[in-house]
């Protein structure tokens, strides 16, 4: 693939972190939009566009204070693990961490529809308390429905509209999600698919289990700061795999190991005889891609072995900078991104409306984190990376003639971290039918 690369800011996919907020609450996730802009990016080939107690307690008191900061010095995802419960949320690929567990239900395996002219997949349902969501996918637009009823035992009908949603000449994805409560519970629902002349479609609910943490969910590695936990499954003739994971605060992942940024090393599974499995993507809203499907062979004993080599993160930070508009062969413009040193080193005017901008990213190749990217905050730019790091190596941007200067904003540093997360899947354990 060409490192000489476009990004359009007006076609990136939703973040993870909106449909995440979404699933904690309707009104709290607006609220939430209202005050952050968000970018995602997935592809290499792209345009630019978060302390008078009696001397008697006084000893207790000193010990719970020396307890409290003790736990207050942890890493995010350490205090997570010491003070709460997780629930893993099977097709939505997010895990809630909470004080105590809350009852929900969930769909544990997706399921398919087929119509005359569509395949469409139910890939998730989730029932909480004052909210309901659910996710699909199809393959013809043309059949994505725009309401959906819910019908529970006792008869009665809820009817869900669409949220968000996405498509393509040949590939539709859609959310769906009603604020309010419903009586629905770990039971069987019928779903009926807006104006389609489909039969209803029978939805078992269980409810979501509880872990004391991550390990408990799956196999969990964690590298350089970062805790990746594997949730392996079977669903029918083939396995699934979703990636979820813990990083420090004002960080979150946008590629699990799909882009290949160093030399092409991608995420892999290699099955116990020894042979490298395809991992086919579900479809999703969303990025990063988190659940991945292969095809099992139920001859096989020992383990699948899953490799992501890298991830790519993207820090909630900024910085701003100005540099002329004329060509300027010797510049040292430097500035911090997410304690990354960035530095223009020169300016090049290619005619009376282009800039192109050469940037010093620091880099180094074999470095446990690399910065390769930034967006630049309401503009549209273009880019070039390097053939080995993926690091940017220059970007242009449109400029009016006679400007003498341009005032830019870097934002959203893209980082890339070494692995390897290798996690050993027991095909016995994770993807044998368990016989009833």
């Known amino acids: 693939m060409s490192h000489d690369w476009k990004r359009d800011i007006d076609s990136i996919p939703l973040p993870s972190s909106l449909r995440e907020r979404s699933l904690r609450g309707i009104?709290?996730?607006?609220?939430?939009?209202?005050?952050?802009?968000?970018?995602?990016?997935?592809?290499?080939?792209?345009?630019?566009?978060?302390?008078?107690?009696?001397?008697?307690?006084?000893?207790?008191?000193?010990?719970?204070?020396?307890?409290l900061l003790a736990l207050a010095s942890l890493q995010p995802s350490v205090r997570a693990a010491l003070t709460r419960v997780?629930?893993?949320?099977?097709?939505?690929?997010?895990?809630?961490?909470?004080?105590?567990?809350?009852?929900?239900?969930?769909?544990?395996?997706?399921?398919?529809?087929r119509l005359e002219d569509d395949e469409i997949t139910i890939?998730?349902?989730?029932?909480?308390?004052?909210?309901?969501?659910?996710?699909?996918?199809?393959?013809?637009?043309?059949?994505?429905?725009?309401?959906?009823?819910v019908r529970n035992e006792a008869g009665e009908v809820y009817t869900i509209k669409t949220g968000m949603s996405t498509w393509s000449s040949h590939q539709w994805v859609a959310d769906y999600?009603?604020?309010?409560?419903?009586?629905?519970?770990?039971e069987t629902v019928m779903l009926t698919l807006g104006a389609l002349h489909h039969p209803d479609i029978a939805i078992p609910l269980a409810k979501a289990e509880s872990a004391a943490s991550y390990a408990e969910l799956g196999e969990t590695m964690t590298r350089n700061g970062v805790m990746i936990t594997a949730v392996a499954a079977h669903d029918g003739a083939?396995?699934?795999?979703?990636?979820?994971?813990?990083?420090?605060?004002?960080?979150?992942?946008?590629?699990?190991?799909?882009?290949?940024?160093?030399?092409?090393r991608r995420i892999s599974l290699i099955g116990p005889e020894g042979m490298s499995y395809e991992l086919e993507k579900e479809p999703a809203l969303t990025a990063p891609t988190r659940v991945f499907y292969f095809d099992l062979n139920p001859s096989l004993d020992g383990a699948y072995t899953l490799e992501i080599p890298e991830i790519n993160v993207k820090y909630s930070d900024s910085a701003s900078f100005t540099v002329p508009t004329e060509t300027a062969e010797q510049l040292n413009i430097t500035f911090d991104l997410a304690g990354f040193p960035v530095t223009i080193t020169r300016t090049v005017r290619i005619g009376d409306n282009l800039l192109r901008i050469y940037t010093d990213l620091h880099g180094d190749?074999?470095?446990?984190?690399?910065?390769?990217?930034?967006?630049?905050?309401?503009?549209?730019?273009g880019a070039k990376l390097n053939d080995r790091t993926g690091a940017m190596e220059y970007i242009e941007l449109g400029i009016e003639r006679n400007e003498k200067s341009i005032k830019l904003k870097a934002e959203d540093p893209q980082v890339l971290v070494r692995g390897p997360w290798t996690f050993r899947l027991d095909a016995d354990r994770y993807f044998r039918m368990k016989e009833e």
């Not at 996730?29 to 006084?58: C, H, N, P, Y």
């Open 27 to 67: 009104a709290q996730a607006q609220a939430e939009i209202e005050d952050e802009s968000v970018q995602v990016e997935t592809s290499r080939e792209v345009t630019g566009g978060s302390r008078r107690r009696s001397r008697a307690f006084v000893a207790l008191a000193a010990c719970v204070a020396v307890l």
């Open 123 to 149: 890939t998730g349902m989730l029932v909480e308390e004052n909210n309901v969501y659910i996710s699909m996918a199809g393959n013809n637009p043309g059949q994505k429905p725009e309401t959906i009823a």
């Open 365 to 381: 190749a074999e470095a446990a984190r690399l910065l390769h990217f930034f967006n630049l905050a309401g503009r549209g730019f």
């Open 86 to 113: 997780v629930q893993f949320i099977p097709g939505f690929g997010i895990v809630k961490e909470e004080d105590k567990a809350r009852d929900r239900y969930v769909l544990e395996h997706p399921v398919t529809i």
């Open 177 to 186: 999600w009603h604020e309010g409560s419903l009586d629905i519970g770990a």
């Open 238 to 264: 083939r396995g699934r795999i979703t990636l979820v994971s813990t990083v420090p605060q004002g960080m979150s992942v946008i590629d699990y190991g799909l882009s290949g940024l160093t030399d092409g």
